[in-house]
């Protein structure tokens, strides 16, 4: 990457409807605090979605099933114990790499409540 920059999300982003991006999810106060805090302090270690990022080139946009199977992501520890405890089901997900390999990733949630991302909601 030339100087160092990162990447950029499609714009394509904000025409998604019906989805619950993470950042607004995460700017609740205590609520961000303490779910960042508990993955950092163990859930990253067990995401099974977490190390099949770097296989991606930088600048993908993904659903998180496309990586890791729905039936196989819900038999783990990490959705059980932590994506479920949040309220987090399904996800649209773009990751880059920036200088010197550091991950980024954004996420756009949903509930089991909502359906799930299907491509006319990325249209």
């Avoid at 979605?49 to 770097?54: D, E, N, S, V, Y």
């Amino acid at each position: 990457m030339a100087g160092g920059a990162w990447p950029s999300p499609d714009s394509g982003w904000r025409n998604l409807r019906g989805a619950d991006p993470l950042w607004r999810w995460q700017h609740h106060g205590r609520l961000r605090s303490r779910c960042l805090q508990l993955y950092e302090i163990h859930y990253h270690r067990i995401d099974p979605i977490r190390p099949l990022l770097r296989r991606l080139p930088s600048g993908s946009a993904f659903d998180d099933r496309m990586l890791v199977p729905g039936r196989d992501l819900e038999r783990t520890e990490f959705y059980n114990d932590f994506l479920s405890r949040w309220g987090m089901h399904g996800a649209l997900s773009w990751h880059s790499e920036g200088p010197e390999r550091q991950m980024a990733t954004l996420k756009i949630v949903r509930s089991r409540r909502q359906p799930p991302f299907g491509d006319e909601r990325c249209a």
